[in-house]
Every structure is written in C-alpha cells, then in structure tokens.
C-alpha cells in the first residue's frame, strides 16, 4: 500500500495545485511566517489526531512544539551569511534561533545546493550524514520556443523591437543586487541600443529602485512588469538576448536553469550555489565588481551565439528536472521510515 500525504496549508492554493487534485483530506492553516502566530495557529492537534507517521518542513521556521518525527527543507542561508540585511536585532536572532532550532528537531535535512549544505556545516553543529542535497528543477513546459509565438510581448510590455533585451526575474531583496545591476547597466557603452526588463511582483511598485534609475540617467531604458503568468514568464525567456542574475547569495537560482531551459544566453555572479546551477556553460562575474559585472554583459550581448552553444545549455538545464526531485526526496522519506 503507497503512503498518504497529508498536506496542509491554505485549502484553496493546494486545491488548485494539479499536483494534489487527488488529494482527499487538507488541513487548513494560514499564519503570517517568522513570528509567534505561526507558531500557537499551527495544527498541532489536527496533526497528532491524524498519527502520522513524518512530517516534512519546507522551511526554516520549524513548530517549535512540535514533538514527531520530522524532515526540514534548508533552502539557503541568506539570514545568517547576510544577516546585515534583515530589519532588526530580532529578526537576526530569531533567524538564528529557528535554524538552530530545525536542525536540531530535523532527524533529515534537505538541501538544494552543495553551497548550502557546505554552509549549513560551516555555521552550525551538525552531522554531514543527516544533510541531503536535492537539487530543485525547470518544469517540462519551460523550453525554447518561435520567435513568432512570442512577438505579442512586445506590444504588451512596450518592449522596443530595436533594442537588445537583458531581463532578470526575482524580488527586491538586498541580497539580489539589484542597484549594482542597474549600475552596470548604466556603464555599458551601447546602453543607448539597450532595453533592461525587471519581472516579478516586486516590480509592481518600484519606489527603492526609481531614484537609483533616474539618478543613473536610465530610467527609460528600465521596464518593471509587475506580475507574468508562467506562460508568459517561458516566453520572456525565449525572447531576450540576455538573462542576467547578479545575486549575491542564492541557495539554488532556479531563473538561471529556466533561462538556460529555454536557450537563452545567461551570465551569472559567481556566488554561493550558482556556478553549480550554471557549470561551464555560462560565464560569470564577481556581484560587487561592477565593472566586471557590465564587462560581462557588453561581450555576451555582442557575440555571436552559435546553435551549439544553445543546445548545450538547453541540455544542461535538463539535468534539474522536477520528476528526479521528487523521486529523490521520496526515496529519503522512504529510507528514513526503514
């Protein structure tokens, strides 16, 4: 008999999720995260009612009363290596605290990166044998596709056809670079024949970067999106010249596999986990050199790519695949429960 998931979360996002429509039975819980409510509104009772045999985390902020047996997902450390960039002295301990916390209560713990499992050694007290490396993966639909299937983008997002497009998709944090980007940017010799989009919900409001963008004379070269559809995110991929991802620390940088899933050229930073996402079929640049970072870009945008070079990336991003994901981490909850 094949074992029972028995999600919780918000019902009406797990319900709409294709993956569990089958799913007979979800526990209700919603709470804001890194704070007490999350820790009195979790389903304690509902969850020993149902006598389940483990209990998987997918993050760091653990419930802390939670006496079962239990496997935490680590994706990064960004909270303890840039803890310089949280809000307050207690967020920087609570950070702390939960982490120590899941490591110690995690009989398992899963991580996406050798980056981040090299860290999580580096910082805390724990066993090497406890930490598995499970890398995250491009969905199937996320490939190249016609230039022709594209072309509505354009009109959409006002993206100037006579441009060369470089696009980064992500959030607003700190630890994302984004004002050393838009540095960069500014510093390219052609930027004049260049359009810069930014994707994602950050992007909707742009108040942190607008006065970065209008003091850098660029601000008309800068386009925010706002939200994209998944369909819509494929197809930005397909369409740009360059995907640039100037991050300072990412536990995996799963718009870098996507990106490369899709052909396009990508130059990374060469931080933490991403030249283990990347390997040797993009180039890289140092994220606080930003000579070097608009170095990079200038030359990937004027070469020439070849058809080689494209199926390269395309086969190497098929390596991060979300079948072996889940087929790995279900063959360690298997193993665990033997």
């Known amino acids: 008999m094949g074992a029972m998931i028995l999600p919780f979360g918000k019902e009406d996002q797990l319900r709409n999720s294709k993956e569990l429509k089958e799913i007979e039975k979800i526990i209700p819980f919603s709470s804001p995260i890194y704070g007490i409510k999350e820790q009195l509104k979790f389903p304690y009772k509902e969850l020993k009612k149902e006598k389940i045999d483990l209990l998987h985390i997918p993050h760091y902020n653990v419930p802390l009363f939670y006496k079962g047996d239990m496997i935490v ?21 609570y950070a702390k605290f939960m982490m120590k916390m899941a490591i110690k209560k995690a009989k398992i713990i899963l991580t996406e990166s050798q980056n981040t499992k090299n860290d999580l050694l580096k910082y805390f007290k724990i066993n090497e044998n406890n930490i598995k490396v499970v890398c ?12 022709e299937e594209i072309s509505y983008l354009y009109e959409k997002f006002k993206i100037p056809q006579d441009k060369k497009l470089l696009m980064y998709v992500g959030n607003l944090k700190p ?12 510093k390219l010799k052609n930027n004049e024949e260049c359009t810069l989009l930014l994707v994602g919900k950050a992007f909707e409001k742009y108040d942190v970067l607008e006065d970065k963008e209008k003091e850098l004379n660029i601000k008309d070269k800068v ?6 559809t998944e369909s819509e995110l494929v197809d930005l991929y397909n369409l740009v010249d360059l995907f640039v991802f100037p991050s300072l620390y990412e536990g995996f940088g799963l718009p870098v596999v996507e990106a490369m899933a899709c ?51 395309i086969k190497w991003a098929k390596k991060f ?6 087929e790995e981490i279900k063959e360690i909850f298997t193993l665990y429960k033997q």
Request: charged share 30%.
């Open 136 to 147: 995250l993966g491009a969905k199937e639909d996320i490939a190249p596709k016609n230039k």
């Open 263 to 313: 052909g396009a050229k990508v130059a990374s930073s060469n931080s933490s986990s991403l030249p283990e996402v990347g390997g040797d079929k993009i180039p890289y640049f140092n994220p606080n050199d930003v000579a070097e970072m608009a170095e990079v870009i200038e030359r990937e945008l004027e070469r020439e790519d070849t058809e080689e070079e494209k199926q390269n990336r």
């Open 321 to 326: 695949d979300w079948k072996k994901t889940s």
């Open 175 to 186: 630890h994302k670079n984004l004002e050393k980007l838009l540095v960069a940017f500014s």
């Open 73 to 93: 997902t680590i994706h990064d450390l960004t909270h303890i290596v840039y803890s310089e960039f949280l809000s307050s002295k207690f967020a920087k301990f």
């Open 223 to 228: 386009i925010h999106t706002g939200i994209v």
